[in-house]
């Protein structure tokens, strides 16, 4: 039971790079999350999708870029990253039953420790 | 925008101490508000879900309160223990869909 897997858990860019993390969930659900942990800031999000073919952005979406192609699936590229990128990403998702979100716990991944120099 | 709270940033407290952590939000359209722990380095893990139709949870020693009109949920650690310290965090799902979290509780329990 995998629940949340994130790929890669750790990258060192140089300034300019590009790169893509993966987060895959096995639980069908609906909604993925993008975060950004950074010492003080508290988890921010990055973007977010409701289902499969669908994004939206959060609160820190600048410099990022996301892809629902599959349910299972929702991929955050950098494609020209700045140390202001250097950060810990989490992914999260949950499920929607219906129209009543109240029951639906949100689950994580380990996370991906980025570090653009 | 839904903006979360949490305070104090940390907290230091003797094993053994029955203790709360606060969480207050300014937005009260909430689905659920959720009480995650996060160990240095790792990820997040649920504690307890409380829906916004729900005054309370309670899971082994923790129990979470949440007061929907009033913005403000509590996360109570009863007897705690050297091995409760860590990072809590308090998370809201909004009507958008979004969750949005507060900046943490950093614990420390000392033996």
């Known amino acids: 039971n995998a629940g949340v897997t994130q790929t890669p858990k750790f990258r060192v860019l140089k300034t300019g790079q590009s790169m893509t993390l993966l987060c895959a969930q096995d639980?069908?659900?609906?909604?993925m999350y993008w975060y950004r942990q950074d010492p003080g800031m508290g988890l921010r999000l990055i973007h977010y999708?409701?289902?499969?073919?669908?994004?939206a952005k959060g609160e820190v979406p600048d410099g990022y870029n996301v892809s629902r192609l599959k349910k299972q699936n929702f991929l955050l590229g950098l494609e020209s990253a700045a140390p202001s990128q250097t950060s810990v990403y989490f992914c999260?998702?949950?499920?929607?039953?219906?129209?009543?979100?109240?029951?639906?716990?949100?689950?994580f991944g380990q996370g991906t420790r980025l570090t653009v120099v | 925008k839904q903006e979360v709270t949490q305070i104090p940033a940390a907290l230091s407290v003797p094993e053994g101490e029955n203790l709360v952590l606060n969480c207050s939000f300014t937005?009260?359209?909430?689905?659920?508000l959720q009480w995650f722990r996060q160990d240095p380095g790792k990820g997040l893990t649920s504690l307890l879900l409380?829906?916004?139709?729900?005054r309370e949870q309670t899971s082994g020693r923790l129990n979470a309160s949440l007061d929907k009109s009033s913005g403000r949920s509590t996360l109570y650690i009863a007897a705690s223990q050297p091995g409760d310290s860590a990072t809590y965090l308090c998370?809201?799902?909004?009507?958008?869909?979004?969750?949005?979290f507060g900046k943490g509780i950093t614990l420390s329990v000392r033996p």
């Open positions: 999260a998702s949950r499920t929607a039953r219906g129209t009543d979100s109240a029951n639906t716990e949100a689950f």
């Open positions: 639980m069908n659900h609906e909604y």
């Open positions: 999708s409701v289902g499969e073919g669908t994004t």
């Open positions: 937005d009260s359209a909430i689905y659920n």
């Open positions: 409380i829906q916004s139709s729900q």
């Open positions: 998370a809201v799902t909004g009507a958008n869909s979004k969750l949005t």
